[in-house]
């Protein structure tokens, strides 16, 4: 067994997380922090002061462990200018809308998705929008300063190395182009390509943890930080741990905030096909490889639609209940049409809302998890998935979601993990790619009624409200 610990730092859109692992994958300890809305000159930014003094508080509360590694995990739509080692600009927020007419410029200016990959996503989703909004509020301090993405600007805060990485980059950004691995004309022709830190892979050392940083959290300074990765990366690179995903054509569902899917395509891929007004997007794996992939927001839109109630859908003790709910909604026809999350998803034009919405507590919360399968069972369609799907994170424990995405997708093999923590693992696996999820996978029962006439329902509906 190796000996010797490492630190996962996942700051994510809703919660930033930090925890401690043994080298052989067992995690030790946790700790998170909700993340705030933070607002300068009237537009919204992220955390990065408040989110930086909670993290060294945490990475205190690991000290006297013999910390080998710390790697750095972070969503993918955003953007960090340093300058004299230090964060030159708060980051934005990418639900920060950009002004109309910048909005209008921006569009005109984007790279064609047959060369990004990236689709035109409302707000900031595109970190390259961010970047030229901020380029237009403070031109001189951008041209002066290194840009990093996200997840990488945690690896600077860490170790004082600014780099950039594929997987961020490759992240719907509209900067980077999947297929020749390498920056997008349109980063070319603003000058941005030149601007950005050096490129490394993600699991490259890229520095020890700062002298000041050791010495405010006990840790060692010797420990290595690596360059990190995109979250739903991250996801992925601890899916290809298990034997039945390893190596083979899957699919792997990551659920949170967002529902994102990625396809481990067993041959090449044609990213022109994919509908790119469907929010269908290329990632980039880990290895530098694109990754058709679709999402929706399906968390925030089960939110919203269960805000009045006070437990979650995928809370344990109310599975059977939940389960139970889902006859008499069939009966009822009661469905959630989509979308609730204006711009994003397969149907971004379409007016979300209930059609015979139940009564019943439990019935509205099945409710919820049918019109994600729904969904995500349109989503998998559009970029071809196909043989296996696994899905992870939170809503990998509402048994109604993934039962019913079983029942609606018959010629696949649904799993979920028995194990936890599935980003903060697949960073794990940058360091050591031989380690493996404990517990395995578990296939997953599809739902006894016929979802056929309710899926056929609920499409006509959509069509009809488009």
């Given at each position: 067994?190796?000996?010797?610990?490492?630190?996962?730092?996942?700051?994510?859109?809703?919660?930033?997380?930090?925890?401690?692992?043994?080298?052989?994958?067992?995690?030790?300890?946790?700790?998170?922090?909700?993340?705030?809305?933070?607002?300068?000159?009237?537009?919204?930014?992220?955390?990065?002061?408040?989110?930086?003094?909670?993290?060294?508080?945490?990475?205190?509360?690991?000290?006297?462990?013999?910390?080998?590694?710390?790697?750095?995990?972070?969503?993918?739509?955003?953007?960090?200018?340093?300058?004299?080692?230090?964060?030159?600009?708060?980051?934005i927020d990418y639900?920060?809308?950009?002004?109309?007419?910048?909005?209008?410029?921006?569009?005109?200016?984007?790279?064609?998705?047959?060369?990004?990959?990236?689709?035109?996503?409302?707000?900031?989703?595109?970190?390259?929008?961010?970047?030229?909004?901020?380029?237009?509020?403070?031109?001189?301090?951008?041209?002066?300063?290194?840009?990093?993405?996200?997840?990488?600007?945690?690896?600077?805060?860490?170790?004082?190395?600014?780099?950039?990485?594929?997987?961020?980059?490759?992240?719907?950004?509209?900067?980077?182009?999947?297929?020749?691995?390498?920056?997008?004309?349109?980063?070319?022709?603003?000058?941005?390509?030149?601007?950005?830190?050096?490129?490394?892979?993600?699991?490259?050392?890229?520095?020890?943890?700062?002298?000041?940083?050791?010495?405010?959290?006990?840790?060692?300074?010797?420990?290595?930080?690596?360059?990190?990765?995109?979250d739903s990366n991250?996801a992925l690179n601890?899916?290809?741990?298990?034997?039945?995903?390893?190596?083979?054509?899957?699919?792997?569902?990551?659920?949170?905030?967002?529902?994102?899917?990625?396809?481990?395509?067993?041959?090449?891929?044609?990213?022109?096909?994919?509908?790119?007004?469907?929010?269908?997007?290329?990632?980039?794996?880990?290895?530098?490889?694109?990754?058709?992939?679709?999402?929706?927001?399906?968390?925030?839109?089960?939110?919203?639609?269960?805000?009045?109630?006070?437990?979650?859908?995928?809370?344990?003790?109310?599975?059977?209940?939940?389960?139970?709910?889902?006859?008499?909604?069939?009966?009822?026809?009661?469905?959630?049409?989509?979308?609730?999350?204006?711009?994003?998803?397969?149907?971004?034009?379409?007016?979300?809302?209930?059609?015979?919405?139940?009564?019943?507590?439990?019935?509205?919360?099945?409710?919820?998890?049918?019109?994600?399968?729904?969904?995500?069972?349109?989503?998998?369609?559009?970029?071809?998935?196909?043989?296996?799907?696994?899905?992870?994170?939170?809503?990998?424990?509402?048994?109604?979601?993934?039962?019913?995405?079983?029942?609606?997708?018959?010629?696949?093999?649904?799993?979920?993990?028995?194990?936890?923590?599935?980003?903060?693992?697949?960073?794990?696996?940058?360091?050591?790619?031989?380690?493996?999820?404990?517990?395995?996978?578990?296939?997953?029962?599809?739902?006894?009624?016929?979802?056929?006439?309710?899926?056929?329902?609920?499409?006509?509906?959509?069509?009809?409200?488009?």
């Amino acid at each position: 067994m190796k000996k010797g610990h490492a630190i996962v730092v996942d700051i994510g859109k809703t919660l930033a997380k930090v925890s401690l692992w043994t080298r052989s994958g067992e995690m030790v300890a946790r700790e998170t922090r909700p993340n705030q809305t933070v607002a300068l000159d009237g537009i919204r930014r992220l955390d990065a002061s408040g989110i930086e003094e909670w993290l060294t508080s945490a990475l205190a509360s690991f000290a006297g462990h013999p910390v080998e590694y710390i790697v750095p995990v972070a969503h993918g739509a955003g953007v960090a200018a340093i300058r004299n080692d230090k964060l030159a600009i708060a980051p934005i927020d990418y639900e920060q809308e950009l002004p109309e007419h910048l909005g209008a410029q921006y569009n005109a200016a984007r790279a064609p998705f047959a060369e990004t990959g990236s689709p035109s996503l409302p707000a900031g989703l595109n970190f390259g929008a961010q970047l030229f909004w901020l380029e237009q509020l403070q031109p001189d301090l951008i041209a002066q300063s290194t840009l990093i993405p996200w997840a990488q600007y945690w690896g600077w805060f860490l170790s004082g190395e600014a780099r950039s990485e594929a997987t961020s980059m490759g992240c719907h950004s509209d900067l980077w182009a999947p297929a020749y691995g390498t920056f997008s004309s349109l980063a070319v022709k603003r000058g941005w390509s030149d601007r950005f830190a050096p490129i490394a892979a993600a699991g490259d050392v890229i520095g020890t943890l700062r002298s000041s940083l050791a010495k405010k959290t006990g840790l060692p300074a010797t420990a290595k930080v690596l360059a990190g990765l995109h979250d739903s990366n991250a996801a992925l690179n601890a899916a290809r741990g298990f034997h039945e995903i390893e190596n083979r054509e899957a699919t792997i569902l990551s659920t949170g905030t967002w529902f994102i899917a990625m396809r481990l395509a067993a041959s090449a891929i044609d990213m022109s096909k994919l509908p790119e007004a469907r929010d269908c997007l290329v990632n980039v794996d880990a290895f530098g490889n694109p990754v058709p992939s679709a999402r929706f927001m399906g968390g925030r839109e089960i939110e919203s639609l269960i805000q009045i109630d006070t437990r979650q859908v995928d809370i344990k003790p109310d599975q059977p209940r939940l389960l139970e709910a889902v006859p008499s909604i069939l009966e009822q026809s009661a469905m959630v049409l989509p979308t609730l999350a204006p711009g994003n998803g397969p149907y971004p034009q379409g007016q979300g809302g209930w059609i015979n919405r139940p009564e019943d507590w439990f019935a509205r919360r099945a409710g919820a998890c049918l019109y994600a399968a729904l969904v995500a069972d349109t989503s998998l369609d559009l970029i071809g998935s196909s043989e296996c799907l696994l899905v992870e994170g939170r809503f990998a424990e509402a048994e109604v979601f993934v039962r019913a995405l079983a029942a609606l997708r018959p010629d696949m093999k649904v799993y979920v993990a028995n194990a936890h923590n599935d980003v903060s693992f697949g960073a794990l696996r940058l360091i050591d790619p031989d380690i493996r999820p404990k517990g395995g996978l578990t296939q997953v029962e599809p739902l006894a009624a016929d979802l056929s006439g309710y899926r056929k329902a609920w499409h006509q509906a959509q069509m009809a409200g488009a």
